[in-house]
C-alpha cells in the first residue's frame, strides 16, 4: 500500500493558522508573484555573497539527465555524496525513485507537499526487496527539493515539473559499493592479480573529465586510488561492443595499455593523464578521458 505524505489545503490551514502580525510568518505567495503588502526587501533584491555562493554551489552540484544514462526508460546516475540529482515531473504521471534493493527508508522530506504528492512501496522479497519513492506532480511550472534519507545514504532531488515531459523512473549506480565487492572477490579467488584489494574508498580522487562523442556505452566517470585507474561503464556495457583503451602520451600518440574488465569497470594498473576510447572502423566513436588537473597533450593528426 502506498503511504501518502500529500496533505491538503485544508489540513494545513487548520493546523498552521496565519499570523498577521510581526513576528510571525508571512502568508504564502504563489512562484513568480510578489506580495500585494509588502515589496521584497533590500537583501532579497541585492543577494549577499554568501547567497551568491550558495546558488553557485548548488548550481554546480546538479546532474542533469544523460543520454548515455538511460537503461531502457529508466535514467540511472552514477550516486555520489553532496550531488542534487534533477528529476523531471509532469501532472497526471507518476515518476519512480528506484533505491538499492535492500535499502531502508529512514525518512523522506519534500519542501513542497502541498503540490507534490509523494509516497512509497515496494517490490520484491527478501535480499532483493526493494523500495520505491513516486512522486507527482498537482501541476506543470512546479519546483521543489526531496530528500531521502537510508539506511546507507542520504539523496538529494531537485525536482521540476512540466507540461508533459517527465522520467519515468530513475536509480543509481554505486561505484564504490561495487569497488569494494570486487576487492572482496578478488581476496576470496586470491587472484594473482587482486583487484583494488588495498582500496581505500575515501581517498578516490574523481578529477577526471569525459569529452568526445556520446556512444552508448560512454563512462559514467573514472577515477583513481593513487595506484590504479577505474573508468565505470553503463549498465549497457554488457550487451554490446565494449571499446578498447589507448594511452595518450605526451607527444599526442595514442597506445594501447593492459587493461581488464571487471564488472562495468575498466582496470588499469596505472596512473595516466589522458586516454581515449575507440570503437568502430572508418567513422570511430571517440571517446576522451583526461584528469582535469594536468594540461592535455595535443592530439596528432591521424593518431
Not at 485544508?10 to 513568480?32: E, Y
Not at 544523460?66 to 553532496?82: C, D, K, M, N, W
Not at 504528492?117 to 526487496?129: L, P
Not at 565487492?181 to 578516490?204: C, D, M
Request: overall charge positive.
Amino acid at each position: 500500500m502506498i503511504r501518502s505524505l500529500l496533505l491538503s489545503s485544508a489540513m494545513l490551514a487548520a493546523a498552521c493558522p496565519v499570523v498577521a502580525q510581526s513576528g510571525g510568518l508571512p502568508a504564502a505567495v504563489p512562484d513568480g508573484q510578489s506580495s500585494a503588502t509588502a515589496g521584497p526587501t533590500p537583501a532579497e533584491k541585492l543577494p549577499s555573497a554568501a547567497m551568491l555562493r550558495v546558488r553557485a554551489a548548488n548550481r554546480a552540484a546538479i546532474q542533469e539527465p544523460q543520454t548515455h544514462g538511460f537503461l531502457s526508460a529508466i535514467q540511472v546516475y552514477p550516486y555520489r555524496e553532496g550531488v542534487l540529482y534533477r528529476l523531471y515531473a509532469a501532472p497526471e504521471r507518476v515518476t519512480d525513485i528506484a533505491l538499492q534493493p535492500g535499502e531502508a527508508i529512514v525518512s523522506v522530506a519534500a519542501g513542497d507537499t502541498v503540490r507534490w504528492t509523494v509516497g512509497d512501496t515496494t517490490s520484491g522479497t527478501g535480499e532483493g526487496k526493494r523500495v520505491h519513492i513516486l512522486v507527482k506532480p498537482f501541476a506543470a511550472g512546479l519546483r521543489t527539493n526531496l530528500i531521502i534519507t537510508t539506511d546507507r545514504r542520504a539523496y538529494h532531488l531537485q525536482m521540476e515539473s512540466t507540461a508533459a515531459t517527465a522520467m519515468a523512473a530513475l536509480s543509481w549506480t554505486y561505484p564504490q559499493d561495487a569497488l569494494i565487492a570486487l576487492r572482496r572477490a578478488a581476496e576470496q579467488e586470491k587472484a594473482a592479480t587482486p583487484i583494488a584489494t588495498s582500496l581505500a574508498v575515501e581517498q578516490l580522487n574523481f578529477a577526471y573529465g569525459i569529452s568526445g562523442d556520446k556512444p552508448a556505452w560512454r563512462p559514467l566517470r573514472a577515477f583513481d586510488d593513487g595506484r590504479q585507474t577505474f573508468i565505470e561503464f553503463p549498465a549497457s556495457i554488457a550487451v554490446g561492443e565494449a571499446p578498447p583503451l589507448f594511452l595518450i602520451g605526451a607527444d599526442g600518440e595514442a597506445a594501447l595499455v593492459n587493461y581488464r574488465m571487471a564488472g562495468r569497470f575498466y582496470v588499469v594498473d596505472r596512473l595516466f593523464g589522458a586516454a581515449e576510447l575507440r570503437l568502430g572502423g572508418k567513422h570511430q566513436q571517440i571517446v576522451r578521458i583526461a584528469r582535469v588537473d594536468e594540461p592535455r597533450p595535443r592530439r596528432r593528426r591521424g593518431s
